[in-house]
C-alpha cells in the first residue's frame, strides 16, 4: 500500500488483479516503447508470448489506445468499456489457428493529473494512477498501459526512447544498451518511471544499490546507498535471497512514500528527513521479500504490512532495546483509534485508509506474529517465516499459507491461533483481582484470578506473568494458559513472593487497561466525537488562525465540532476536548485537570517539569485526562504566532502517542516531545505490603537478530 507517507506502499489496482494464479507461468512482453513526455503520449510495440497455446484472449488496455495486430492471422474486437479512476476498455483477439504469440502496437495519451484526497487531520495526500507528463512519468498496472490478461502474473524486457537527458527505471535488471529493464520473474505489475535523473550507485554484496535524485547531492546519495547495503544485507541473511538484482532509491516529484519491486519512489521532502535512513527506509526495502517478493493475496487479507512492520519497525527498535515500548505505543494506537464501528477482522484488510485500519492491519498483525514467535520460539519461528519465503517467492499466498510454513517449521498445530485472531474482530481485556500470599512449611502460595472482562467469548491466551522474590534479583517468568473468562492463579513458591507483573512487556495483543495509558494525543485524533473550543479573547489574527486550524481539521474528519468560548458554560462531558488558546476562558479547567507537578503556567511561559517555555517564541499541545470523564482526553493547544498555524495543524497528527508536544518557529519544528508515566498498572500486585525493597524491571528479551550470530547459527 502506499500512501504521502512513507510508511505506506498503494496498490492502485482494479480489483482481482493482484489475485494472480499460484501456477509459476507468465505471459511475457516484449516492449518497444516511445515515450513524448512534452505531449503526454505513449506509443508501445508489445509482442505478447502467452503459456500455452490459445485460440481467444481477453485483455485490458487505458482507454484510447486503439491497439492493432503486427503479424499473424487474428481478429480484435473491442468489448466492454470500464470508468474508474483511469478509463479501460477491454478486447478480445481471435486466433486463426491456436497460437502463443501476438504482436500489437497502440499509442495514445495517459495524463491523470494529481488528485488531493483527504488524509484525515494529516491534511490532504496527492496521488495519481498514472501520468506521463513534462517533468515525470509514472505508469503501473493501474495504468493499464500495457495489456493485462486477467490474473496472470507477467516477466517482461523493454525498451524506452526518451527525450535527451530522461532516464527510465523499472524493476529487475537495466539492459546494457539505452533506456532498458528485464525482469525474467514473475511479477503482478510493469513499472515505467522517468525523469531527468543524477544517478548514484554502490556495489553491495547482496544487489546494486541505486539512487536517483532530481539535483545533485552526494552526500545525500552516500547516506541512501550505504543505508541500502546495510539492510539488504540484514534482510539476505534473515529471511532468504534478495529477488531482484538492484534497490533503487528515486525522487519523485511529488511527496510521496510508494514502495515498487526492486525500487522505491520518495517525495523530495520525505527523503530529507534525517530519521527516515533507519526508522522507515528499512520498512520500503523489507517490502521487497514481503509484498513484492511474495505476493500478497488481498482477497483473503493483506499480511504483507503487518509482517513488514514486525520485521522492519519493531525489529530495529528491538535492537536498540525498545521493543516492549513499540508494542505498547502499537497498543495504544489501538486503543485509541480503533473505536466502536471502526474494527474488522484481518482477512478485511486491504490496505490503510485512516488510523483505525493501521491500527488493526499493521498493529494487530504485527502483535499476531510477535505472539506466534514467544509460542513457537524465534528459532523456529523465523524457519517458519523463511519457509514462507522460500516455498512463496514470486507467488501469491495468503494467511493461510503462513500457518502452513510455520506449522511446518515448529511441528505445531496453529489452526485455532489463526482463526482467533485473523477471523475475529476486538481484543482481550484483563483485570487482575484477589492477589494474596499463603506462608506454607515448605514455601509459599500465590493465589488469585485474572479474568477476560471482555464482552465478546473468551479468548485462548498464553499469558506471562513475572514474579520477583525475596533474595533474587532477577525475575522468574512463568506462562499461565487461559481458555475461559476467568482462570484461578495458584503458584507454589520456595521464596517470599515481592511483586507480581501480568504482561509487563506487552507481549499479548490486547485492551491495554486505563491504568497503562497516559492522555496522549491520540486520544483526541482517535475519538469518535471531539469538540475543538475557539478563544473569543485572542487578537483577531490569533482568532482567526486557531478557526482555521480547527475548520480545517472538522473539514477531514467527521466527529468533530467547532465552537467559540462565549457560547459555552462547560466543557462537554461526553467527547474529547481540544481547548485552542490560551486566551481560552476554559484554558484553566485544563489546568486544574492536570497535574500540577507536570504542568503549571503563567501568563508568560509554560512549564513542563523542569522545563519552561516562553509562550511568544514556542507552540505546545499538551493532554491530561478529562476532568469529568477519564476515558476522554482534554488538550490544550497553543499558537506563538499566526504563522505557525498551518505547519501545527500538518504535523500534530504525526505526534499521537505523545503527551505533550512543543513546536519552535513559524514553520514549527519539534523541539521536545514525550509521554507522562503511566499510573501503577492494575496488572500488578505488590506483594510486600509496608516493606521496602530494590525493584528492578523485568529483563528484555533479545532481538531476532541475535539467532544471527555466529554463536548462535541457523
Known amino acids: 500500500m502506499m500512501k504521502t507517507s512513507?510508511?505506506?506502499?498503494?496498490?492502485?489496482?482494479?480489483?482481482?488483479?493482484?489475485?494472480?494464479?499460484?501456477?509459476?507461468?507468465?505471459?511475457?512482453?516484449?516492449?518497444?516503447?516511445?515515450?513524448?513526455?512534452r505531449d503526454s503520449t505513449i506509443e508501445v510495440t508489445d509482442t505478447l508470448t502467452l503459456p500455452e497455446e490459445t485460440e481467444v484472449i481477453e485483455f485490458m488496455l487505458h482507454a484510447g489506445m486503439n491497439p492493432k495486430i503486427l503479424t499473424g492471422q487474428a481478429v480484435i474486437s473491442r468489448l466492454r468499456s470500464y470508468s474508474g479512476p483511469v478509463p479501460v476498455q477491454s478486447y478480445r483477439v481471435r486466433f486463426a489457428t491456436p497460437s502463443r504469440t501476438l504482436k500489437i502496437r497502440y499509442a495514445g495519451k495517459i495524463h491523470h493529473p494529481l488528485e488531493s484526497r483527504s488524509g484525515g487531520y494529516g491534511g490532504r495526500r496527492q496521488s495519481t494512477p498514472g501520468s506521463i507528463s513534462g517533468d515525470s512519468v509514472f505508469l503501473g498496472a493501474a495504468t493499464y498501459w500495457y495489456p493485462v490478461i486477467g490474473k496472470r502474473l507477467v516477466s517482461f524486457r523493454l525498451q524506452a526512447t526518451l527525450p535527451d537527458g530522461w532516464t527510465l527505471v523499472s524493476q529487475g535488471k537495466p539492459l546494457e544498451e539505452g533506456n532498458g529493464w528485464a525482469e525474467g520473474n514473475p511479477q503482478d505489475d510493469i513499472y515505467l518511471i522517468a525523469?531527468?535523473?543524477?544517478?548514484?550507485?554502490?556495489?553491495?554484496?547482496?544487489?546494486?544499490?541505486?539512487?536517483?535524485?532530481?539535483?545533485?547531492?552526494?552526500?545525500?546519495?552516500?547516506?541512501?546507498?550505504?543505508?541500502?547495503?546495510?539492510?539488504?544485507?540484514?534482510?539476505?541473511?534473515?529471511?532468504?535471497?534478495?529477488?531482484?538484482?538492484?534497490?533503487?532509491?528515486?525522487?519523485?516529484?511529488?511527496?510521496?512514500?510508494?514502495?515498487m519491486p526492486s525500487f522505491t519512489l520518495l517525495g523530495p521532502g520525505v527523503i530529507r528527513l534525517p530519521f527516515i535512513l533507519h526508522s522507515s527506509y528499512p520498512h520500503e526495502i523489507l517490502h521487497n521479500w514481503w509484498g513484492n517478493g511474495v505476493y500478497v493475496d488481498y482477497e483473503t487479507g493483506?499480511?504483507?504490512?503487518?509482517?513488514?512492520?514486525?520485521?522492519?519497525?519493531?525489529?530495529?527498535?528491538?535492537?536498540?532495546?525498545?521493543g516492549a515500548s513499540y508494542r505498547r505505543d502499537t497498543l495504544q494506537k489501538y486503543a485509541d483509534y480503533v473505536v466502536e464501528g471502526k474494527d474488522f477482522p484481518l482477512v478485511e484488510f486491504r490496505g490503510r485508509h485512516g488510523g483505525a485500519s493501521q491500527a488493526v492491519g499493521y498493529g494487530k498483525t504485527l502483535m499476531f506474529l510477535h505472539m506466534l514467535r514467544r509460542q513457537l520460539g524465534d528459532r523456529q519461528f523465523l524457519e517458519g517465516?523463511?519457509?514462507?519465503?522460500?516455498?512463496?517467492?514470486?507467488?501469491?499466498?495468503?494467511?493461510?499459507?503462513?500457518?502452513?510454513?510455520?506449522?511446518?517449521?515448529?511441528?505445531?498445530?496453529?489452526?485455532?491461533?489463526?482463526?482467533?485472531?485473523?477471523?475475529?474482530?476486538?481484543?482481550?481485556?484483563?483485570?487482575?483481582?484477589?492477589?494474596r500470599v499463603t506462608k506454607e512449611a515448605d514455601g509459599y502460595r500465590l493465589g488469585g484470578e485474572l479474568q477476560q472482562i471482555q464482552a465478546e467469548p473468551a479468548y485462548k491466551l498464553r499469558i506471562p506473568l513475572w514474579?520477583?522474590?525475596?533474595?533474587?534479583?532477577?525475575?522468574?517468568?512463568?506462562?499461565?494458559?487461559?481458555?475461559?473468562?476467568?482462570?484461578?492463579?495458584?503458584?507454589?513458591?520456595?521464596?517470599?513472593?515481592?511483586?507480581?507483573?501480568?504482561?509487563?512487556?506487552?507481549?499479548?495483543?490486547?485492551?491495554?487497561?486505563?491504568?497503562e495509558i497516559p492522555s496522549s494525543l491520540g486520544m483526541l485524533f482517535g475519538s469518535a466525537r471531539t469538540t475543538l473550543i475557539l478563544p473569543s479573547r485572542a487578537g483577531d489574527s490569533l482568532r482567526q488562525a486557531y478557526e482555521s486550524l480547527a475548520m480545517s481539521w472538522a473539514d477531514r474528519e467527521s466527529g468533530l465540532t467547532v465552537i467559540w468560548d462565549n457560547r459555552m458554560e462547560k466543557i462537554p462531558e461526553d467527547t474529547a476536548v481540544w481547548i485552542l488558546g490560551s486566551e481560552n476562558r476554559f484554558a484553566d479547567v485544563f489546568y486544574q485537570a492536570a497535574d500540577p507537578s507536570k504542568v503549571s503556567h503563567t501568563d508568560a511561559r509554560l512549564s513542563l517539569g523542569a522545563k519552561e517555555y516562553a509562550s511568544d517564541h514556542f507552540s505546545y499541545a499538551v493532554?491530561?485526562?478529562?476532568?469529568?470523564?477519564?476515558?476522554?482526553?482534554?488538550?490544550?493547544?497553543?499558537?506563538?504566532?499566526?504563522?505557525?498555524?498551518?505547519?501545527?495543524?500538518?504535523?500534530?497528527?504525526?505526534?499521537?502517542?505523545?503527551?505533550?508536544?512543543?513546536?519552535?518557529?513559524?514553520?514549527?519544528?519539534?523541539?521536545?516531545?514525550?509521554?507522562?508515566?503511566?499510573?501503577?498498572?492494575?496488572?500488578?500486585?505488590?506483594?510486600?505490603?509496608?516493606?521496602?525493597?530494590?525493584?528492578?524491571a523485568p529483563p528484555k528479551a533479545p532481538p531476532l537478530t541475535r539467532l544471527l550470530d555466529s554463536q548462535a547459527g541457523l
Open 6 to 37: 512513507i510508511l505506506l506502499i498503494l496498490f492502485l489496482v482494479l480489483p482481482g488483479l493482484l489475485n494472480a494464479a499460484r501456477s509459476p507461468t507468465t505471459v511475457h512482453h516484449q516492449l518497444e516503447i516511445n515515450l513524448t513526455p
Open 385 to 435: 517465516v523463511r519457509r514462507f519465503y522460500t516455498d512463496n517467492r514470486f507467488r501469491t499466498a495468503g494467511f493461510d499459507d503462513l500457518r502452513k510454513a510455520l506449522e511446518q517449521a515448529s511441528g505445531s498445530e496453529l489452526t485455532t491461533q489463526f482463526n482467533q485472531w485473523t477471523l475475529r474482530t476486538g481484543a482481550p481485556r484483563l483485570r487482575l483481582i484477589d492477589v
Open 623 to 696: 493532554t491530561t485526562r478529562h476532568p469529568d470523564n477519564p476515558e476522554l482526553a482534554v488538550a490544550l493547544l497553543s499558537l506563538h504566532s499566526v504563522a505557525a498555524a498551518p505547519g501545527l495543524a500538518r504535523k500534530l497528527p504525526h505526534y499521537s502517542k505523545y503527551s505533550y508536544v512543543v513546536f519552535e518557529g513559524n514553520r514549527p519544528s519539534n523541539v521536545l516531545k514525550g509521554q507522562w508515566h503511566a499510573s501503577r498498572s492494575n496488572l500488578t500486585a505488590d506483594l510486600a505490603t509496608g516493606e521496602q525493597y530494590p525493584l528492578t
Open 302 to 322: 493483506n499480511w504483507g504490512e503487518g509482517i513488514t512492520s514486525y520485521l522492519a519497525d519493531h525489529l530495529i527498535r528491538e535492537r536498540q532495546g525498545r
Open 467 to 515: 514474579i520477583q522474590v525475596d533474595d533474587e534479583k532477577t525475575w522468574r517468568q512463568h506462562t499461565l494458559e487461559m481458555e475461559d473468562k476467568q482462570r484461578v492463579l495458584d503458584l507454589r513458591l520456595d521464596k517470599r513472593p515481592l511483586k507480581l507483573l501480568i504482561d509487563p512487556n506487552f507481549d499479548l495483543f490486547r485492551h491495554l487497561d486505563p491504568s
Open 195 to 259: 525523469g531527468k535523473y543524477h544517478r548514484y550507485l554502490l556495489d553491495t554484496k547482496v544487489a546494486e544499490a541505486q539512487v536517483y535524485l532530481r539535483q545533485p547531492d552526494p552526500e545525500l546519495a552516500t547516506r541512501y546507498l550505504e543505508a541500502t547495503a546495510e539492510y539488504l544485507q540484514l534482510y539476505n541473511r534473515l529471511i532468504g535471497p534478495y529477488p531482484y538484482a538492484k534497490f533503487a532509491l528515486i525522487e519523485n516529484t511529488w511527496e510521496s512514500g510508494y514502495g
